[in-house]
Every structure is written in C-alpha cells, then in structure tokens.
C-alpha cells in the first residue's frame, strides 16, 4: 500500500464517493480533498460541500465546469464527427480528461501527494482517469479503491456506511436505479440491470432525458444552426457560449425524441458491454456538423478526417485525450475547420433529425458547374474522357496481361 | 471518332437512350445490341423490347440481375457497413459496376467492339460504367454520347426525337419530374431541379417510395432478421433469397418512412452536387448489421473494418469496384464475417430504426466478465492497474522530462 | 500463487532457465515438461535433454522447427515488406508465436496446465509469448519467474545455482557476452551492456555473424532470386526450402558484410531501448521482394499494402500474431501476392544490396507504353490534359472562391 | 487553342525550351517571358538571358531559389521521413511545385494569362507542374506544347530548331546523354535508354554525383548532424542554412558513395516506370532524421506519422503539394518536430550510412527504466502481467467460445 500524505477524491457526494472518502481516511491514515465539478449533469453540486465538512474535510473544490467541458472538450470532438463503433457519441468518455485534469491541479494547489476515484476496475472510466493523472503529473499516486477493498456488493458498502455513521439519503438509496448511470452535460448513460442481456429490450421508463419519438409533438421542429470554425456559435440567430448551445439543443432534441441509443461496445479493458445513452444534442450537432462541412471542406481534407476518425474516437473513448498523438490530431482537425462557417437548417420530428438546408459565404458547391443545366463552358465535359482514361490505364494494362477480376 | 463495327447500349426503352441508339446508328453507321435490365428499379423492362425492335436492333438483352445485384454487390458491401462521407448508402454507386460487367460480357457473346452509355460527362457514373469496362476488357471502346455531341438541352433531344421518328412518350414526356433520377432495389436518387440551391428545402413530393415520417403508421413494426456470415437469410424467421429480403425490407421501411436522405456530395470529377435518396432497406440493414457485429466480432477487427471504411467506400463511390484493390479489401471484408451469425430485433418508427435485440450462438458477449455484480473471479480487477501503468509509462517519462499536454 | 500441477518450459538448456527449471519445481512443487527448439539460433540442442534428465524431467521435447519458422511465421512476414519503426525487421518478434504454439501443443498433449519462459518483466517477449498463449489456450496458467521471484542480478542466480547443484558451465558463465542475445535463423539481437548509452558507438567485436563491410570480399556477389506467390524458391535457379532460402541469404549475406542495425525502438511496455541487430538474409530478402512487387503488383495494391505495413508490424512485434486482427490482415496480404513471381538479380558489396535487374511473366511493366521514344499510339498523351483538369477541378473552385495555399 | 496574350515558360535554356520558347511565339502568337532556375541542378543559368534575349524576350527571369528549394520544400518532407513505395526519395516531384509556385507569380507579376513547360504528357511532371498552378490561380491556361506539338522525336525538333535558326550547341546535342535527366539540389534521376527493360544493369558510366562504392575511399568518414525542430542546423557543429546542409551532405553522400538508387516506379498516370537516382544527401538525411526521433518523439506519435506518411508521399509524388490535404498533414507533421533536437553521429562508408550515436536533452530514451541491471524501483515488473492479461482477455473470451487462430 502506498504511503500517502494527501489525496484529492473525485466527489459526487452520494453513497460510494462518500464510503471512499471515508475509507480513504481510516486505511491511508491521510488528509482528504475533495473535488465536485458540474459538468452539466443535472444534479446539484453544493449539497456535497456540507457531506465533505461532515466527514472533516478541509479543502472542498466545487467548480462549474460546463463552459469549458463544452469548449474545450465536446466542440473540439465534434469538429472530427467523432463516434466511436458507428454508433457511441463518447458522452462519458470527453468528460474525464476535463475531471483529470482538475483532480492533478487541485492536487498542484494543495500539496497533494495523490488521486481518487470511484471508478470500478472493470471499466474504462479508471484508465481515462488515470492515464489522464499520469501524463500530467507523471509521480502522482492513484487510489481505486474499488479495485483495492473488499466491500465488493452494495450491502457491504451500506453496512460500512452504517458502522462509519456515514449519511444515507435512505430514501433516494432506497429507490436506487437498477442501473448504472453516469450524466454530463453530453449525455446521460445506463449500464447493468437488465442490459446485461443482450436481446432483452430496454425498458421505456429507463430513458430520463428524452420524450421517446411516440411521446413527441406530432409537428416538427425547425432549428438554425450557425457556424464559425466548426463550432456552432447561435442558434436561430441567437448568440450563445458553449455550454448554453447544448443546453439548448438538449432541450430542444429531448423534446422530440432525439438521441437515445442501445449499443453493445467493446472496452478498452477487453470485454464487451452493454450501454444505453441519451444524447439529444450530440445527435444533432453530428448531423448539422457534417452539413456546414459538405458545403465548406474540400473532398480530400473530409476523406482524410473520416479515414483518421475511428482511430481518433478510439483515442478519446480509450483515455488518451492528454496524449501527444491525440493532440497532434487535433491540430490538423482544428486547423481543417478554418472554412467551415455557415448556417444549417434542420427539421426535427419524433426522433428525426433531418437537413433541410446549408449555408456559406464559404460554400465550394458551385451551382454553375454542379447544374444538369447547360453551364456556359464552366466545366469541359470532353476532360473527362482523359480523366477515366488515366485512371482506367493500370487496369487495362493488367488486364491486357491476362489478370480479370472475375477470376 | 473511333472506328466501331458494333456496340453494346444499356438502354433503358426512355427518351434519351433511344435518341442515343439512333444517334448512334446514324454516327457511327454501325450495328447497336441493347442492353435492358431489370435491377427492381421498379419500372417494366419488357417494353425496351418493341421500342429496340422498331429502331432495327436485331440482338436485344433483357435480363433480370436483381439477385445477382443483391447478392454479389449489395449485400458484400453492406459487409463493410459502407457509407460515403458518412450517409450516402450508394445505391446509385453498386449497382453501375454489375451493368459494366454484363456491358463487356454481352459484347464478348455478340463480337461487338464498342459499348455505349447514357450517362453525363459531369457525373460518376460515366467513370463507373467505363473503369469497370476498361478493367474487364482493356481493348473495348466506349462511346459515351453525352461527352460528345451537341444535343446538349431537352429541346434539342426533343427535336432530334422528332426529326428521327423516334417514338416519345409524350405523355410521359410532359409531366417530366423536374429531377434527374435513378433507381434500383437499393435506392432512388434524385438531383437537379430545386436542389440545385443547398439552401431550398427539398419538396415533400419529390419521394416516391416512402412514406414521410408524419404519414407513418403511429404504431411501430418490429422484425426479426437473421444473419448469416454477415448477410441476412431470413426476416422473421422466413428464409429468403438476398433480393427477396431487400424488397421486403424497403417495403417495411418505406412504410415506416425509414430512409430519407438529402446531402452534399463530392464527386469524383471534382464538384459538390447536391443528392436526395431513399434507402429503406439498406438503412435498416446497415443499422442492423453493426448490432450483429457488435456481439460477433472482435473488437480489433471491426476497429481495422472501420479504419478501411471510408477507403473501401470511397473506391466503390469513384467506379472502382472491379479494381484489385477493392478485391483484396473485399476478401478482408468476407473473412471477418465467418461468424457474423445471429438475430437482431428491431423496432421501426416513423423514420427510426431502433435497436432492441441481439443475439447470437456466436456472441462474445460474456455477461459473466461485463457484470457489475461480483463475478466469482472470472475477471481480476487488479490487472487494471499494471494496464493502466504500462499503457502510461511513455506519458510519465515524457511528463518526466518537462513536457506538458498543456501547453 | 497459482495451482499448478505440471507445466511447459521453454528450454535453451542455459543457466537462466536451468535456475528457473529447478525454481519451478520447487516453488509450484509440480511437474515440468521441458521444450527445446531448434529455430536456427546456431547452438545444439540436444545438450539439453542431459540437463533437463539431471534434474528429474521426464517428458523432454527437442525440435527442429526450422522449415516450419520460416514457411508459416517469417516468408508470410517478408510478404508484406515489413518493417518495424522504420527500421526493424522483427528477428525476434517473428519467433515467439511459434514457440508459443509450440508450448500450448506440449500443453495439450502431456496435459500440462501451465506454461514458463524465461523472458522478463521489462521486454516484449513476456508479452508476446504470453498473448499467444492465451489465444491459443484460455485457461492456461503462465509462470513468469523473472516478474515473481527476487533473483534479480547474476550473483543471486549464480548463488541459486550452486545451492541447487544446478550444472552451470562455468567456462560459458565466466566468458559470458555483456550482451543479452536472442537468435534464430532470421537474425541475432544484441542489448544491454553499453548498448545503454544511446551515444556510444557499438563495438566491432559485438558483431558474431556478419563481416563489417570493411572485412568484406573488395568484389561484389551478385545472385538471382526466384519468386512464387511472393516468396523465395530458388536461388540462382537451385530450389531450396524456405529453410535453406534463409540459411544460404545469411551465408552470403553475412559474407558481404549485409544487415547491421543500431536502433532506439518503442516497446509495447512503454519505454524506449536501444538493440543491434544483424539480420543478412532478411536484409536481401526485403529488398529483394519490393523489387519483384514491383513489376508484378498493381500500383494500388502496393499503396493500401504499404499504408496497412506499420500497423502489420506493429501487431507482430507487440505480440498480436495469434490475433484475429493480425490473420485477416494476412489473408489480404497473401491475396496480393498471387502474380508477385518472376526473378531479382542483386548485387551484394560490402553492405549494400543493390537491385541490378528484375523479370516476370506476370511483369505489369510495359515498355511500349513506358517509353521515351513514339510508342505508335500506345498511349494518347492528349488524355492526361483532361485527367489533370479535373484532378485539379476541386482546387481550382476552392482558389476561385478566394482560398489559398501561401496563407 | 486558347487564346493566349502572354505565356510564362519555364526555361531551362537547353534545346527542348528553347524549342518550345519559339514554338509559342509562333503558334500562339503571344509574348514569352522566360523564367529560369537555379535549383541546384549544377548547370550555369546565365547562359539562358542570352539566349532568350536572341529570340526576342524581354522579360526574362533568372532566380537561384535554392535556399527557399530546400528550406520550404525538401526540410519539411524529410520531417516525414518521406519514401515514396518504399524506396524513392521524391527528388524531381519536390521541386516540381516551387517551380509552379514562381511561374504563377511571375505570371502575377508580368500580367501573363498563362504558364509553359516542358514535360511530357506521359510523365508525372506536367501533372505536378499544372496541379500547382491551378491551385495557386484557377483561371491560368496551361499550355504543354508536348501534348500538342507533332516534334515527337528527336529528329524532328533538331530540323525544327535548324528551319528557325534556333541556336544548338551542337557539341553538347551530339554527345548528348542517352538518358533523360532530370537534376537539382536533392537528386539527379535517369529514365529512358538501356533502363527500359528492367532486367538490363544499370551502366557504371551512367552515374554522375556519386562515386561507386566500390570506388569510394576505404577509411569511413564519420559526420555528427545538429537537428532542431526536425532539421539539420550545423554539421560537425558548424551551423548551415538549409541549401548549405544539403550541398554539404551531397559532397561527403557523394564521396563515399551513398545513395544510388535502380527501382521500377508507378507513375500517377497510370503507366509502371523505372528510374535511377542519385540522391547521397537525402538519403543520409532520411536515415539522420528517424535516428533523432527515435529518442525524441513519443512512440505513438511516431507511428501515426508512420501509417500517414505512404499517404503524404503519394500526395508530393503525385503533384499535390499544393492541396489542402497536403497543407493539413503537414500541420500536424510540423507540430510533432517541437522536441526532435539533438545530435546524430553518423559513419559513412562504401555506400553504407551507419547510425553509430544519437543524443538530445529532449530524448525519451530512459536508461534507468530501459537498463536490464536492477533499476531501484523505476519499473515495476509485476504490472506487465496485468498489462498482458487484460490484452488478452478479448482473445481468451473468443477462444473459451471455441473460436481458434490456428483453423
């Protein structure tokens, strides 16, 4: 066991952070800090402070972080399209390098020698937590205590809450989700209970952000997205940061039935799992993302970004966001996205997120050459005989050497 | 002009192609064998006969492809779970090479030198029709009308019509739609018109196999459907042949208002074009392809799937399928569904297709191992640590040695 | 500490793994099948059966798994034109799936339960010998001494060694290289010792297989190699195994003073370490098969084969050989090489492999197009004026909308 | 034929432009402004204001752009450790748009509606050359009067240059080489003649920069290289600029007779070609540079590097310098050489480039952790068998399903 002066815990202030707070105390004999962010989850973060003070806690962190999880961690993802398997819009996953990179420096501020969190040993949250740590502060110390104690079920750990004087919200304890959840201002995510077979449908009343597409008006929605360098800016012509653009396209996009999603994922610690996710404004930012950019990017830079994606998504859902490899990617995404600006139209209906218009002083649809129209000499159609021929050459030579694809 | 004794037409009976087939007779004073296909474009092929017949073809080729198209081009494609910049499901893309090869196979039955088709010199799918040709026949010429003469408006086609005798359609003719279409048992495309403005909602009457997802039932419509080495044999439990499960798959969809596209494309040639599409079916098999394969197969396998996608798309999308290297993917490709074997349930609403099941004997889905309960051991989460530590030593040296993610 | 009942050593019949021989027995209290295997490495192998019956083994394996390394792990390597990092050519790596396999047939047969090797906790061995055989074997036990026990310098294996009586060959022991050395039939490796200080200069005495280019014959040699399906089956028109292929290259190329390397590489457990390597054979053998691919293999095969090479490499050296992902890239390799037959003329001189010639019936080279001279209508040099127009139609639009590339 | 009012040739002063020079004047009727040089190539560019002054030129221009060739050019492919199909350092296809890049502005500068030159239509030059150009101004006429002339032979331009009195230097035409040649600061290349069948050597007397290994010195010659930021700033401690580096690196490549190259290449117009070079600077250079990096970059950086740069060779090869996909790579190219700064000691010998040293203050390499004597702690064995087990695992769950690598 590591010999520890001072740890700063990732703090929820529900039961398990608290039964770690707790046995963090007693087994490292050591002083606790504690970190609650909001990040948009959608619960209040204030109530922990008094929970921390309770257990005599000295240094208590409680930062409003959406703005910058929004700027500095979903937009720069969604400037890739970045999905991780053809379906996962990483809601979890973004958010933790944000909760590492607070963690090393509130341990920088205090003189803590170590990291915490309640993050189990079979997920990949722990290694986005950790190799965040690591590459930012290489000699720190990391806890898991979920990988290190025995208090392996939830009665374990309501006995030990019991036998510390721990404080149970029984009530909220007593009507526990069956799931295993985790929210942000991304999304909103639900493991375990019956997920864990595979052709067992999900149930209906899981789903807490979203109407379903049943339940949603039976009138679409509009909605115009504006955009400056890849990054939505307003909505309906409306200025807005960050933080208030997905909040806003959360609203609208829960409201008619967008976003939900059950998909079996593969870990990065090896296994496959089972996950259902919420994300009604990532889903639609990925759509109207790609919009701006089919009318601002040139065909070569997008073929180059969708071919280096899977290996981006991979990076982020893996935990590698403080790497140098992620970083090196990001700047040729970033640096890609200097034309894309412009408006997107969208229609929303019961799930439906459909485009019905995109926008640019930027545009490079030139609707002079595009047109089925006589076009004036704009294009050559002779030029093209020339084009298939050259790139037919290395066939035809192959072919003329006896080698038929049909064979 | 090249000097060509015969040529084999794809000839679809309509105004354009028969003003080819005489412009051809007339131009190169040779003899013309056409060429008609049935790929469940949905129009009959049967009256191309008389209207060849009447302009003095002898050889005319009627044939049905549609499970030939379905299983040796859809469905190896949809292997790949293919889109083109991210949502386009190339109908038009997959079905052009299969013509190509019947183009050169027809020509090699009837000594013909020559192939003809009706496709623009501003498009892809002149490249797609003449790559395929080049590479399956190295010595055919081709003559592709449009890149050569002048009749370059309606009314000057029109009037050649009129001036040849050619027997138009004027019914027809009059209530032209205003788009350049195209159809098979994947798809149906539409282009030009109104769309030529990216800004201009499409118009709720241009789509002709779908319902809208407002004019959808209010009830979902689930379905089983059954893989087998990544291709569905059976919907429901009934077994059907490939063109068979797509047919009844755009049915469902196409009443459940699935598959409605609109977008900005790059073209081979160099410009943005702007393209609306219905997809019923392939929609619903690309989503339920991916949750087979979320259970079936490894997850390093369908990471390197989805690194080669958007290459393996692109291939298809420019007319190279007949290429070698779109065979030495492919073989990639079929040797990673050996045990894409299982059932997926989904649900259709209104325009979505929700993932509810799946299953598999094949699944290496193991709810032992991904259980948040307590394992019995079958997973030590102790290993995490040592994982986590190694996958982090180069981040530690280098923030070891002064260099920061952070700056 | 596992339950093990009897367990698969690999062998050399050295000190290491004699001390760990006698440890396994002791430690587990179990029973230990030794396995030796002649990869090449130039030592006898037989002296090991009279160790390993000293110390009380009963089931004794001794291999020559010579035909069998170079057939199924090296040549299908060379197919690809692998190289690791730019530089290296995976001597070692290349041998470890196949010891690996080896010990889990050993396995399978005696009914051990547990396999050991000697590699330690710091290199890529460990890894690579134990992913193997969990892919091949699931529940197999490993035994890694060098990760558990505390005899971690010489002296203390030495002190072991004699305490235990085990036989140490003292002459051996005393003359020992400050290197650590691996070798098989494709390359001797060299680390450690002064190797540690990445300024140093290598030592000429380190060198045990090639002359230096200086010692080398001041005449070159020049050989043909004769390629089927991309591998060597023939040198100057001699048929010889993969074996001998192998042998003979390192003969002569160790004579002309071929395949030094002094490397920094990457290993898959974090750190960087330098290696020397001599590989003769392989050194010949890569340039040797890029000079055949290149008459014989089409222009894009050989791009999409060099683009998928680093990630090929790197799943050979990080030990992901028994990998799904590592077998089908395989198969689209070994696809690619169905036309790779012809012959390379080479010539070797102190060092350099230079290729002075290379014939194929499947040569894809066609000199009437090729050439400099009038090629009679072969190509039509108006054709490339079109190709270029619209390869550059995109960039034009993009320069006409005001985008440059000097900002 | 375009109408054209003023032409910018790219003039080399040899028969061929001086050829074209007057072919324009006379077809196009329209002015010529010459623009001449110096890239290094080892020729006088002076002799060509003479010339061009006698055919009536008055605006001529004679630039030594070698320090921008290299700096702007050579030095940010070689942060690539560029190779194109393995083996080609891209000398002639480097250049090739800074030649595009003057000719466009001069054609700014002099009011010029449109460029020249000299490459064939079968060659990859007028491809690079007329991509350049377009990128840089898209309304720019192209003329390549070797894709419209009837001077296809030799014959025919020599009675041309005698019909209009164009000045030959017949001393020079008549022992004229019987290669064409392309040569500037990085390389001199060789096509056409005896290369024409692949399996003819190369002739000694056919070299020109380089000594034979066989003729070089027999005492080696060692060289430390300075990089900062992925270029070489001093050799032998003595700081160069960029030209100086390369002419240096030529001179000692030259004398011990490094950087020969005989290969058969895929040309972007479809057709396989085979070329020889020289290019002793580069390819010492190549080997520097990843020497370097091995101890300054990060090993995943290092590898996506590695998987990209097949792709951004292909691209300079095939003319796309200036393209906004090359521009994006090459962003995050640069953004990766922050920390490549160091030294690399290097042994010249016979044809041989022998890395025998690298050091840097930003190396990664660790020797403590890396060193195979104890380390005090550095490392800690044991994490590797958690490391492994979980690298395992989806391979162990597959194989408990029964799925084998070895069927």
Redesign the interface.
Known sequence: MADVKKVVLAYSGGLDTSVILKWLQDTYNCEVVTFTADLGQGEEVEPARAKAQAMGVKEIYIDDLREEFVRDFVFPMFRA?TIY???YLLGTSIARPLIA?RLIEIANETGADAISHGA???GND??RF??GA??????VKVI?P??EWDL??REKLMDYAAKHKIPVDFAKAGKKSPY?MDANLLHISY??GVL???????EEDMWRWTKS??AAP?T?TYIELTYRNGDIVAIDGQAMTPAQVLTELNRIGGENGIG?L?????RY??????GCYETPGGTIMLRAH??IE??TL???????K??LM??YA?LIYNG?W????R???Q??ID??QA?VNGVV?L?L????V??????SD??????N??????DGGA???????????????????????G????N
Chains 1, 2, 3, 4 share one sequence.
């Open positions: 399209n398997e053809g379906e990179k189990t040993g079979k722990q290694v950790e190799l690591y590459a930012l502060k290489p000699g898991a979920w990988r392996l079920s295993s493991e375990g864990e077979d595979t052709w067992t449908e999900h597409p049943e039976n679409p939900r059950d998909i079996v994922e593969n610690v090896g296994m496959k799992s089972r790609r919009a089919s009318i040139d065909r070569e830079v997008a073929h180059l969708d071919e899977p290996k991979s590698y403080w790497s140098p490899e970083l090196m990617l700047q040729m640096a890609s034309n139209r229609k209906y019961k799930g439906n459909i485009v019905t218009g995109r926008k930027d545009s490079l649809f030139d609707a050459i595009a047109t089925f129209e006589e294009y050559n159609q002779a030029d093209a005989a020339g084009f298939i021929k050259l790139n037919a050459l290395r066939m035809r030579i192959a072919a003329g050497k080698r038929s694809p049909l």
